[in-house]
């Protein structure tokens, strides 16, 4: 059974930077690739980026590329998203997730395991 938590999320201006954090048990984590999705209020949970399993390929949303990077340390077990020049429209709860892949993995129907997610909101 994978575990999954995330940290990092909290309350800032725009502009601001965060980085989030997913701590991963359970499983080898270098067997997983590895994704963030968030979820604003009334809205559908939406891609954001993903990994694959040696963080060597990366794919984004179109509203995050140039401004958000993910990355995972394999020897941490650890998944990051860092999230630069922060905007009102990325205030959500964040989820990250894992999938049983070596490859890039966007689609959230594909991936087994979720994180409880961290809110993060940008004040304008």
């Known amino acids: 059974q994978v575990q999954l938590v995330e940290s990092g999320g909290g309350l800032v201006q725009t502009g601001d930077s965060l980085r989030l954090s997913c701590a991963h048990s359970?499983?080898?984590?270098?067997?997983?690739?590895m994704g963030w999705f968030r979820q604003a209020p009334g809205k559908e949970r939406e891609f954001v980026a993903a990994?694959?399993?040696?963080?060597?390929?990366?794919s984004y949303a179109d509203s995050v590329k140039g401004r958000f990077t993910i990355s995972r340390d394999n020897v941490r077990n650890t998944l990051y998203l860092q999230m630069n020049s922060l905007e009102p429209a990325d205030t959500a709860v964040y989820y990250c997730?894992?999938?049983?892949?070596?490859?890039?993995?966007?689609?959230?129907?594909?991936?087994?395991?979720w994180g409880q997610g961290t809110q993060v909101t940008v004040s304008s």
């Open positions: 997730a894992a999938a049983q892949s070596f490859g890039v993995v966007v689609q959230a129907r594909n991936y087994g395991d």
């Open positions: 359970g499983r080898t984590f270098s067997d997983s690739a």
């Open positions: 990994i694959n399993w040696s963080g060597g390929r990366t």
